[in-house]
T-cell receptor, first 112, second 115 residues
Framework: GESVGLHLPTLSVQEGDNSIINCAYSNSASDYFIWYKQESGKGPQFIIDIRSNMDKRQGQRVTVLLNKTVKHLSLQIAATQPGDSAVYFCAENSAAGNKLTFGGGTRVLVKP | NAGVMQNPRHLVRRRGQEARLRCSPMKGHSHVYWYRQLPEEGLKFMVYLQKENIIDESGMPKERFSAEFPKEGPSILRIQQVVRGDSAAYFC?????????????FGDGTRLSIL
């Protein structure tokens, strides 16, 4: 039978390598995007955000890229560390909206 | 600065009982949001409140669920006559202004288990 819930896609990365996590969104009206990191037993932790008038934004070791043409968002983590192991979610909102819409999440496993 | 505080962290209830989940937003934040998360899934929006007002409850079931954010005290998510399907993690988030263009900051959730 069909299982309830989805198994998260997993990205295995060697420590020190760069990670790229992808996210597709569906709402053309979305104009604000956020990446969150969620560790086991904890709430989502804000990483970085980007507005639709930008296509790239950099933080500390992280870069978010936004391609509005194909409705695609990515998060790049430079020099991935063991502490980066977590589930990563993208979320979208619109200036007129009242809620964040979350993507399905990607589990990142960092191998020593 | 204290972050978003949720309590209890774990709550066990029997079918038919009531569950009350509490959320204190970050200092200076007057906008509160509740989300629900099933294992291995993303968070699903339930309700958005400002002080004493429900702004958007489009994600909340019409029956058994209610939310409030009184002038004084924490926001409360209340689930009456709980059923097994209510078992989930419930997260609260807050922001200093409305949701458009503002990051929401999350608490560590309440894990509700229904026996």
């Amino acid at each position: 039978g069909e299982s309830v819930g989805l198994h998260l896609p997993t990205l295995s990365v060697q420590e020190g390598d760069n990670s790229i996590i992808n996210c597709a969104y569906s709402n053309s009206a979305s104009d604000y995007f956020i990446w969150y990191k969620q560790e086991s037993g904890k709430g989502p932790q804000f990483i970085i955000d980007i507005r639709s008038n930008m296509d790239k934004r950099q933080g500390q070791r992280v870069t978010v890229l936004l391609n509005k043409t194909v409705k695609h968002l990515s998060l790049q983590i430079a020099a991935t560390q063991p502490g980066d192991s977590a589930v990563y979610f993208c979320a979208e909102n619109s200036a007129a909206g009242n809620k964040l819409t979350f993507g399905g999440g990607t589990r990142v496993l960092v191998k020593p | 600065n204290a972050g978003v505080m949720q309590n209890p962290r774990h709550l066990v209830r029997r079918r038919g009982q009531e569950a009350r989940l509490r959320c204190s937003p970050m200092k200076g934040h007057s906008h509160v949001y509740w989300y629900r998360q099933l294992p291995e899934e993303g968070l699903k929006f339930m309700v958005y409140l400002q002080k004493e007002n429900i702004i958007d409850e489009s994600g909340m079931p019409k029956e058994r669920f209610s939310a409030e954010f009184p002038k004084e005290g924490p926001s409360i998510l209340r689930i009456q006559q709980v059923v097994r399907g209510d078992s989930a993690a419930y997260f609260c988030a807050s922001s200093p202004a409305g949701p458009g263009g503002q990051p929401q900051h999350f608490g560590d959730g309440t894990r509700l288990s229904i026996l």
